[in-house]
T-cell receptor, first 107, second 114 residues
């Protein structure tokens, strides 16, 4: 089966850096995706890691370690608009999401 | 492009009623999926399809049916609605299967079952 674990909530200060972790257990791992969802909205794709290492997309970066079954999303120069829920997901045909991490940003 | 269109946006049903949630995409995507989202539970996969004529079960398929007769449409049927099916339902599509293919989500259908 597949399972992904994320912290339920994280709080950070505007302008700071925050890391959202995701650990996974799966019988056949393809890669780790990240999605953002604002309250009342639909999830939107942020990034994907198939190989170990860091992928950078602007203020957002995502990291994967296959040997540790672990990944994280790194958000830099936090802005109030980054307040949202963040989900990791994995799978090929059957894509499973974690329960999500709600990011609170303090001014 | 409209992207992924879900109808209706809101619906209230009585226990035991049946209904179909519609999902259509105009991006010629092969892969489509249905998720339900409940507070604190994240997105749970109900059914998915890797192409027209092919469907498969996700994590929580019981009480739901799907069909994929065309590339564009992927309706979700509730056979006999139960209060436990009160949720927000999201349809998504992507060019192909695989986590590297960004899934494009519709705006959701908010379903309440009394």
């Amino acid at each position: 089966g597949q399972s992904l674990e994320q912290p339920s909530e994280v709080t950070a200060v505007e302008g700071a850096i925050v890391q959202i972790n995701c650990t996974y257990q799966t019988s056949g791992f393809y890669g780790l995706s990240w999605y953002q969802q604002h309250d009342g909205g639909a999830p939107t794709f942020l990034s994907y890691n198939a190989l170990d290492g860091l992928e950078e997309t602007g203020r957002f970066s995502s990291f994967l370690s296959r040997s540790d079954s672990y990944g994280y999303l790194l958000l830099q120069e936090l802005q109030m608009k980054d307040s949202a829920s963040y989900f990791c997901a994995e799978g090929n045909d059957k894509i499973i999401f974690g329960k999500g991490t709600r990011l609170h940003i303090l001014p | 492009n409209a992207g992924v269109t879900q109808t209706p946006k809101f619906q209230v049903l009585k226990t035991g009623q049946s209904m179909t949630l519609q999902c259509a995409q105009d991006m010629n995507h092969e892969y489509m999926s249905w998720y339900r989202q409940d507070p604190g539970m994240g997105l749970r996969l109900i059914h998915y399809s890797v192409g027209a004529g092919i469907t498969d079960q996700g994590e929580v398929p019981n009480g739901y049916n799907v069909s994929r007769s065309t590339t564009e449409d992927f309706p979700l049927r509730l056979l006999s609605a139960a209060p436990s099916q009160t949720s927000v339902y999201f349809c998504a599509s992507s060019y192909g299967s695989g986590g590297d293919q960004p899934q494009h989500f519709g705006d959701g259908t908010r379903l309440s079952i009394l």
